[in-house]
T-cell receptor
């Protein structure tokens, strides 16, 4: 059974379109994250949800909107896609302890988004 | 500010040792280490929570110098499977800020 899964694995789309990436974890964790890894391989946290509540919201364009329907799911919707949005997006989950990210994060396989 | 890792890249022969450093400009609460192979997701190696803490498993260990705001990852007697990009992930004290370092590409040759 896959611990953290993402769909789709690849996403190719035109500038200006709206797209969504879905993430699900079956580890029973209470915290989920979205990361963006650019072409230079820098990994940057975008959002984090703890028990469906947004706890980390980095400086990300408001075209990006996360949604957490329950603790096991965290989806990412992107409006009006731009060329610079091309990257690999990773979802991750962990168990939140003592108000901190001090536990192992499990990453999904990633979604490679290409904006043409 | 993104933690800076050094070296940026390193090539080793099987059996050689390597040290990867992670330096932050801010006080750190914890340091995580991850390895990412090409085309795959990052995989957790270890976490260090206290200043001065050292951890290790197999031939990979790490230390955390809270005062110097830095952590080091030690790879001993490297194996081909150690190849990949290593990232430190840091949580800044008193915040929920979690930032990955600049990454170190490591290649082990037979």
């Amino acid at each position: 059974d896959t611990a953290v899964s993402q769909t789709p694995k690849y996403l190719v789309t035109q500038m200006g379109n709206d797209k969504s990436i879905k993430c699900e974890q079956n580890l029973g964790h209470d915290t989920m994250y979205w990361y963006k890894q650019d072409s230079k391989k820098f990994l940057k946290i975008m959002f984090s949800y703890n028990n469906k509540e947004l706890i980390i919201n980095e400086t990300v364009p408001n075209r990006f909107s996360p949604k957490s329907p329950d603790k096991a799911h965290l989806n990412l919707h992107i409006n009006s896609l731009e060329l610079g949005d091309s990257a690999v997006y990773f979802c991750a989950s962990s168990q939140w302890t003592s108000g901190s990210i001090n536990n192992e994060q499990f990453f999904g396989p990633g979604t490679r988004l290409t904006v043409l | 500010q993104q933690p800076v890792q050094s070296p940026q890249a390193v090539i080793l022969r099987e059996g050689e040792d390597a040290v990867i450093n992670c330096s932050s400009s801010k006080a750190l609460y914890s340091v995580h280490w991850y390895r990412q192979k090409h085309g795959e997701a990052p995989v957790f190696l270890m976490i260090l929570l206290k200043g001065g803490e050292q951890k290790g498993h197999d031939k990979i260990s790490a230390s955390f110098n809270e005062k110097k705001q830095q952590s080091s990852l030690y790879l001993t007697a490297s194996q081909l499977s150690y190849s990949g990009t290593y990232f430190c992930g840091t949580e800044t004290s008193g915040t929920y800020k979690y930032i990955f370092g600049t990454g170190t590409r490591l290649k082990v040759l037979a």
